[in-house]
């Protein structure tokens, strides 16, 4: 039985995420200690107590989200569960849990690109995003061409699973598309709560801002081949993995490819290490019958560490 470790992405967070596994686990404390050193305040206090409009914004949401997977997943192996995945995968933001997991990424390091790179998506702005429920994927990309102008861009940005794909664009073009796939056969297009068009063209500022950073971070190969959100396919070198967390700022994130690509080499079986259980909602559509088990809190670890 093959098995892929899947990590969360922004969206996933909540307040009090992590406490229990924080009062539990040596290891998962000790990554929470090494998260308020290295970004020189305390996330920890933030995650358990919030306020949540802070722990919302997208700057504190991405490193919170890293912490509490890796140290969810810290508390996994302190436990006992040593299996090894032959594949990884996150989503947007999760990618970088990834690649911690994978061993191409230390925590610190980690966790300081998150901040910047949440720092410079806030700064962004510019447009919007919408949720399109009940289309096809060449339906809402023919959408998308139709809607767009060549200064107010529109495409997707995340494929989610079979009928939840988002859109991200300037806003005229956001509410030209909405109006498009409904008018052609969508169930619905809802706009999303976010600060600006993740995962489109309008945040070449944002990819470009974070290349330095990403251009002096220390990342080392892969242990693990990591499933890349920009390919939907397998990568392991250091060079690789440099291009892919610049490119993935602006390119849309193909998590109905990667999943299937997983599927179809064997893996059989995805456990979701951190908050909430949206990866495994969507992996269920993507593949329902693979075998699914998410790792978030002290309850559920103590149940997946008992039954396997």
């Known amino acids: 039985m093959a ?6 992405g922004q969206g996933s967070q909540h307040v009090g995420m992590g406490r229990d596994l924080y009062d539990a686990s040596a290891a ?3 990554v929470f200690e090494q998260a308020d050193a290295a970004l020189g305040f305390s996330l920890t206090q933030l995650c358990f107590e919030g306020p ?7 700057e504190n949401a991405q490193p919170a989200l890293l912490a509490c997977s890796i140290a969810a997943l810290a508390a996994l192996r302190e436990a006992g569960y040593t299996a090894e995945p032959a594949l990884v995968a996150g989503h947007s933001l999760g990618e970088y849990s990834a690649l911690v997991a994978a061993g191409a990424l230390d925590v610190a390091t980690a966790l300081r690109l998150v901040r910047r790179r949440g720092e410079l998506m806030a700064e962004a702005h510019q447009g919007g995003m919408a949720a399109v429920i009940g289309m096809s994927e060449d339906a809402l990309e023919a959408v998308c061409a139709d809607a767009s102008e060549s200064h107010e861009p529109v495409v997707i940005a995340n494929y989610n699973s079979p009928g939840q794909l988002v ?3 300037a806003t005229a073009a956001i509410e030209r598309a909405s109006a498009l796939a409904k008018a052609r056969g969508a ?11 993740f995962h489109s063209p309008l945040m070449r500022a944002a990819a470009e ?4 950073a990403i251009a002096e971070a220390a990342i080392a190969d892969a242990r693990v081949p990591v499933v ?3 390919l939907a396919s397998p990568l392991s070198d250091a060079r690789q993995l440099h291009a892919e967390l610049v490119a993935q700022v602006t390119s849309p994130v193909r998590w109905i490819a990667s999943v299937q690509y997983m599927a179809a080499h064997g893996v059989d079986s995805f456990l979701e290490i951190g ?5 495994t909602g969507l992996i269920k559509r993507i593949e329902p019958g693979a075998q699914l088990v998410n790792v978030g809190d002290l309850a559920s670890l103590r149940a997946f560490v008992g039954h396997s």
């Not at 098995?3 to 969360?8: K, L, M, N, T, Y």
């Not at 949540?52 to 914004?57: D, F, I, K, N, S």
């Open 3 to 8: 098995i892929a470790f899947v990590f969360p």
């Open 28 to 30: 998962a404390r000790a």
């Open 52 to 58: 949540e409009a802070a722990l919302t914004a997208t």
């Open 167 to 169: 859109i991200s664009g």
């Open 187 to 197: 169930k619905r297009a809802l706009p999303l709560k976010v600060s600006a068009a």
């Open 209 to 212: 801002g974070l290349a330095p």
């Open 228 to 230: 890349s959100n920009v």
């Open 275 to 279: 908050p909430g259980t949206v990866l």
